[in-house]
């Protein structure tokens, strides 16, 4: 086990190099440059050559990259060009705070909702539990998120008593940890203000894990070892708990493993709509304003949060299913 975890860890060197490279090239390729968005409309060619000489743009490409990556070594991400003009470390952890909260709580609802209503399904086949347990999902996978979100802002900004409390005005809020010096009011806080949000992408994010749920729960359930549990007299629980439960969760697992980057890279889409200063609403911004680095920095985190999940959820596959194992 310790070495297939050395080994992976190893590999886990030339695919981030290999992430880092690409998308410091084709940053490159993005039409514009932040040089013509910090020139403005006006700008001449004899002005756009000296912003990117003073940005050390006009460098080679190689040189440009060393440089880069030299300050990705000790965490130094560079500095926002036409954003924010601040150090994107200083950034990141001013908005790393809303994205973690609002990705656990999404990820967290998911599961809470997906795991159990996937399970019914299953013991529940053909029934009308199942049928309805199958078009909620179906319609979870479906609906989209900025729709449900619309409609939350609308009706709750009205006062249309559909149980969700009003929501706060459009406007980026500072961010209020969920235990301060105050704690009620600062949960209360936090919660009103990430809470619609984390529902509405766990909804997205939980109708994929009730289909695949309920499908390993009917595989497994038809298996030889479930009937000779079943012929002994077990109890029913038992078997759902101790035999079917957990073999069916190996390709949960990965699902999950999957749904990991949002509690990092977040929900550009939400963010932007419930003005929480995230790192995909910072992510959004950068676009707009044609800002490289910190296109380069916030997606260099993604990849390496999606590399670093895969490799936890290929470890946890041993504590569910005893027959796997790394040698």
Known sequence: MTGYIIRRLLLLIPTILGVTFLVFI???FVPGGAASALAGQDATPQKIKQINHALGLDQPILVQYAKWLGGLLHLD???SITLTQNPITRDIKQRIGWTLELGGFAVLFSLLVGL????????RQDSLADYVARSVAIAALSVPSFWLATLLITYGSIGIPIGVPKLPPLVVIHYTPPLGREINASLSQNLRLILPAAIILGIGLSGSIMRLMRTQM????RQDYIRTAQAKGLH?????????LRNSLIPVITIIGLQLPVIVGGSVVLESIFSLPGMGYYFLQSLIQRDFTVIQAVTVIAAAVIVLSNLLVDLSYPLFDPRIRYS
């Open 26 to 28: 084709l940053v490159r």
């Open 77 to 79: 991400f560079g500095k």
């Open 116 to 123: 159990p209503v996937g399970v019914l399904s299953a013991i």
């Open 218 to 221: 009917l595989e497994v359930m």
């Open 236 to 244: 029913a629980r038992v078997i759902l708990m101790r035999h079917a």
